[in-house]
């Protein structure tokens, strides 16, 4: 059994097991101080030792920007998040501390979310595919070739630059850092700031809608033409709604203008575009993925298969 | 020895090695038609046949958009290029034709760049590089976990969507597919259609190369955003031009906003976004690494390696 953690930037969902066949139920908390997150975390973990005697590792998938290489001085370190007490916080070590004898593995929510779709959502048998978050922020994690990209640090497609027309849109944005950036202009808190109301309580046929699938459809371009994933799949309660989804089809078929070849029929977006498959168990199945690929044994099924 | 071909939109160069240090001299000739060109590059290849005895494969880095699975029934075959008379055409096919005997490796030219970059160059010890050309065409080719992405297809990160500034660049951009992606904005033949002149003609100070610089920001910036590459390696006329590289980093500076912490320090620009080290010689180079890969000697080497 794995313990499965993913933190995020509302709440904190938890389970063990070892994939989709045999996870607990998942158990929930709002993601308040570090203080108060820790202690809860600390104490379903508990819960679950108790539980399970053959916990052979915890996986964590944290909201970010966090420090995800094992061998940097500042693994599991937070960094410049908007939520400024969660600065410097290190999850890693916080488990370290408690539960010195159980290996943790850890990489960024979307990049969980992106292991769980590939071990056992709608990733399986790609080389290549990106997971797209769109709720309180816009994350994305980008799987190539049997892993979740990290390069630099990772992945931030949030913080992509795309096309306002003032004229439309004339909201200026609300990122912090960049003003009317992809996270600025298309996250949930941008749609209260923009109608004054909650998405969920907005008809489905509001105007926002159509921006704000308009604006996804622009990271879709983009993402397909750097890095050519063969699917995006898309999580988040802003980009799983069935207009942004829709909308978000028709202006990527628009904006692509028939170059890509794998694309050419409207029909074929509705597998390039299309809903993960493990819906809201994706980010804690995924923090169970991560464990469970980090463990020895596995790593030694693995190369017995080979 | 294997044999590099690189095909390039305005011209083909050919050399034979096993890398760097042994290539041979390179020899170039115009991008025609494909019959003459086709006819150029057979010649050429019996050329190096009769000189090596003991050539072991070809290597070819070609212009896109272009088949490069070899699973896939048309392998080889050139897609939707603006170069209407090479539609169709099949290099792979071309090559097995006339040296049945011979193993062919195939990717992109950009691609091919990259793995040079990779063995030789740039991205030497990097996970995660990009390698951009920007000349006549703008085109990119991402390097993460030792090879090259495929995706779908391939990435076509020149037409990728940027921000104008109708204001300061009424230019419409020229991209017969997109109109102002960022190819129909930045590419040479834009610098010539906005100002009347080729780039070489006009002078280090002319506004043009800011506001290239600028649009070649916004792509190193959604590559960070997306792919999080460790490097960017520049190639291309346009894309080496000092000034446009200064430019590019500075403004992929000011747009980033200190939010990606490795590149908080502007020193720290002039790492991740420098010239390609392989010089006119990367994209042969980059053909002879494709067929050096792909040698069935290269994997036993490899595999004894490890």
């Given at each position: 059994?794995?313990?499965?953690?993913?933190?995020?930037?509302?709440?904190?969902?938890?389970?063990?097991?070892?994939?989709?066949?045999?996870?607990?139920?998942?158990?929930?908390?709002?993601?308040?101080?570090?203080?108060?997150?820790?202690?809860?975390?600390?104490?379903?973990?508990?819960?679950?030792?108790?539980?399970?005697?053959?916990?052979?590792?915890?996986?964590?998938?944290?909201?970010?920007?966090?420090?995800?290489?094992?061998?940097?001085?500042?693994?599991?370190v937070i960094y410049e998040t908007p939520k400024l007490h969660w600065r410097g916080f290190n999850i890693v070590q916080l488990l370290k501390a408690h539960f010195p004898d159980i290996p943790v593995a850890l990489d960024t929510d979307v990049?969980?979310?992106?292991?769980?779709?590939?071990?056992?959502?709608?990733?399986?048998?790609?080389?290549?595919?990106?997971?797209?978050?769109?709720?309180?922020?816009?994350?994305?994690?980008?799987?190539?070739?049997?892993?979740?990209?990290?390069?630099?640090?990772?992945?931030?497609?949030?913080?992509?630059?795309?096309?306002?027309?003032?004229?439309?849109?004339?909201?200026?944005?609300?990122?912090?850092?960049?003003?009317?950036?992809?996270?600025?202009?298309?996250?949930?808190?941008?749609?209260?700031?923009?109608?004054?109301?909650?998405?969920?309580?907005?008809?489905?046929?509001?105007?926002?809608?159509?921006?704000?699938?308009?604006?996804?459809?622009?990271?879709?371009?983009?993402?397909?033409?750097?890095?050519?994933?063969q699917r995006i799949l898309i999580g988040g309660g802003v980009g799983l709604k069935p207009e942004v989804i829709a909308r978000s089809r028709a202006e990527f078929f628009r904006l692509v203008g028939g170059y890509l070849r794998a694309l050419?029929?409207?029909?074929?977006?509705?597998?390039?575009?299309?809903?993960?498959?493990?819906?809201?168990?994706?980010?804690?199945?995924?923090?169970?993925?991560?464990?469970?690929?980090?463990?020895?044994?596995?790593?030694?099924?693995?190369?017995?298969?080979?």
């Amino acid at each position: 059994m794995f313990i499965g953690i993913e933190v995020g930037g509302t709440k904190v969902v938890m389970a063990a097991g070892t994939g989709p066949n045999d996870l607990t139920e998942l158990v929930r908390f709002p993601t308040e101080t570090p203080e108060a997150t820790s202690a809860a975390i600390v104490r379903q973990v508990k819960q679950y030792l108790a539980l399970y005697p053959t916990i052979r590792g915890i996986g964590v998938a944290s909201f970010g920007p966090i420090q995800v290489d094992p061998a940097h001085p500042e693994f599991g370190v937070i960094y410049e998040t908007p939520k400024l007490h969660w600065r410097g916080f290190n999850i890693v070590q916080l488990l370290k501390a408690h539960f010195p004898d159980i290996p943790v593995a850890l990489d960024t929510d979307v990049n969980g979310a992106a292991i769980g779709e590939a071990e056992w959502g709608g990733g399986r048998g790609l080389d290549t595919f990106a997971y797209v978050t769109v709720g309180t922020g816009i994350g994305a994690g980008l799987y190539v070739n049997g892993k979740p990209v990290h390069g630099l640090l990772h992945p931030e497609a949030g913080h992509m630059l795309i096309r306002r027309e003032p004229g439309r849109d004339p909201f200026p944005g609300m990122c912090p850092f960049h003003g009317d950036c992809l996270e600025g202009l298309a996250s949930g808190p941008s749609i209260e700031a923009r109608t004054g109301q909650r998405g969920e309580h907005l008809p489905d046929d509001h105007d926002v809608w159509l921006l704000i699938g308009d604006y996804l459809a622009q990271l879709y371009v983009n993402m397909a033409m750097i890095a050519a994933p063969q699917r995006i799949l898309i999580g988040g309660g802003v980009g799983l709604k069935p207009e942004v989804i829709a909308r978000s089809r028709a202006e990527f078929f628009r904006l692509v203008g028939g170059y890509l070849r794998a694309l050419k029929q409207p029909e074929s977006l509705q597998a390039f575009i299309q809903p993960a498959q493990l819906g809201d168990r994706a980010g804690v199945l995924g923090a169970v993925g991560l464990a469970v690929r980090a463990s020895p044994l596995t790593k030694a099924t693995q190369l017995e298969a080979q």
